[in-house]
Structure formats: structure tokens, C-alpha cells
């Protein structure tokens, strides 16, 4: 079993729509989570980076923890066709060190 | 600010050679991490400097090897290429502990 488990889709929504992404994990000991996304060809974005657990907004994102459950989502409101990308959770013990990636999902938003 | 410089962009090795590739990190930035993202296995960790050390490592042959420099820029070096090591190699650089980590373009390396 993966240290970090995410759907990797493909999830197709309209635009306007509201997008729910998740990723669950297995260690414990994790405390920083991020949520980052890719483009074809490209490097990975960073989108969002929490610490511990709580609810973290910026724009049309919101990062939620659930460090009980294991458990971490990406909202988007609002999709926009650029939003249009793989995303990716990772998460690791000691900040930015060691990143643990799950598989990442692939978004489209359709016009 | 100039983000994370990864270079070259794209390479094309045979089997049997051994290759460099470059990153310079974000200026101020002292950690400096690589990783190997294929299809199959995603993203995963190669290993990780910090101030010319190797911090951490993660559970890849001895071929991979890395190094940073007194200016924080960095190089990995994959010795006796395999198909299989075909991949996108992306550096992160971050400015310490409890930061986030913020990606190059990274470098595509294709063995034939």
C-alpha cells in the first residue's frame, strides 16, 4: 500500500463548477501538506501549503487537513477551463525535506 | 525573484552513459531537493542537500548521485544509464526548515 493515496482520475467538471480533490495517508508523523499543480511539460505549481491540521483559503482555493482521519482536501470554486491541469498532494515530516507525492489527478475543466 | 533554473531542458543519452544535470535554486534558498517523476511511479525522492550535505536520501541505486556547491547550485549525475531512467528529474529549492518547496521546470532525460 502507498504511503499517500489520490484518485488520479480523470475528473471532467463544467466550468463554474466547484472541484473536490482528496488524498489520504498512511504515516502518521506527516505535518506539512501541500497541494501543488502541473501543466503538461511542466514543472509542479505550488498551490497550497498548510501545517498540522485546519482549513487554510487563498482565492479560490481552500486546503482542508483532517490529520484524525488522515485525510486532505483541495477545493477549487469557480473552475476556469485554465484550471485545466494534474494535481498533486505531498506531504512530509520535516517541511520541505522528503516530500511523500501521491499519483496525482488529472482535471479537466470544460468550457 | 528568478524561480528554480533547471538545466538542460531535454536530453537524449544511449545505455551505458552517464549524464549531469544542473539546478540553481531560488536566491537565499539553502536546500536544494531532486526527484524523478515517471508515469508509473509518480514523483519520488531522490535526495535532498542542504549548506553542501546530503540531508536526506531516498531508496535509489548508488548510480544516482548528487552534490551541491558553496553558492547552494546543485548537480545530479546518473552513471550507467538504463532505459528505465527515463524521466522528468525536477529540483526544489526551499530556505529551510518548516518551508514550502518550490519546483523548476525540470530536466527531461530520455535513454535509448
Known amino acids: 500500500q502507498k504511503e499517500v493515496e489520490q484518485d488520479p482520475g480523470p475528473l471532467s467538471v463544467p466550468e463554474g463548477a466547484i472541484v473536490s480533490l482528496n488524498c489520504t495517508y498512511s504515516?502518521?508523523?506527516?505535518?506539512?501538506f501541500m497541494w501543488y499543480r502541473q501543466y503538461s511539460r511542466k514543472g509542479p505549481e505550488l498551490l497550497m501549503y498548510t501545517y498540522s491540521s485546519g482549513n487554510k483559503e487563498d482565492g479560490r482555493f481552500t486546503a482542508q487537513v483532517d490529520k484524525s482521519s488522515k485525510y486532505i482536501s483541495l477545493f477549487i470554486r469557480d473552475s476556469q477551463p485554465s484550471d485545466s491541469a494534474t494535481y498533486l498532494c505531498?506531504?512530509?515530516?520535516?517541511?520541505?525535506?522528503?516530500?511523500?507525492f501521491g499519483q496525482g489527478t488529472r482535471l479537466t475543466i470544460n468550457p | 525573484k528568478a524561480g528554480v533554473t533547471q538545466t538542460p531542458r531535454y536530453l537524449i543519452k544511449t545505455r551505458g552513459q552517464q549524464v549531469t544535470l544542473s539546478c540553481s535554486p531560488i536566491s537565499g534558498h539553502r536546500s536544494v531537493s531532486w526527484y524523478q517523476q515517471t508515469p508509473g511511479q509518480g514523483l519520488q525522492f531522490l535526495f535532498e542537500?542542504?549548506?553542501?550535505?546530503?540531508?536526506n536520501k531516498g531508496n535509489f541505486p548508488g548510480r544516482f548521485s548528487g552534490r551541491q556547491f558553496s553558492n547552494s547550485r546543485s548537480e545530479m549525475n546518473v552513471s550507467t544509464l538504463e532505459l528505465g531512467d527515463s524521466a522528468l528529474y525536477l529540483c526544489a529549492s526551499s530556505s529551510g526548515q518548516g518551508s514550502a518547496a518550490f519546483f523548476g521546470q525540470g530536466t527531461r532525460l530520455t535513454v535509448v
Open positions: 504515516n502518521s508523523a506527516f505535518q506539512y
Open positions: 542537500y542542504f549548506s553542501e550535505t546530503q540531508r
Open positions: 505531498a506531504m512530509s515530516d520535516r517541511g520541505a525535506q522528503k516530500l511523500v
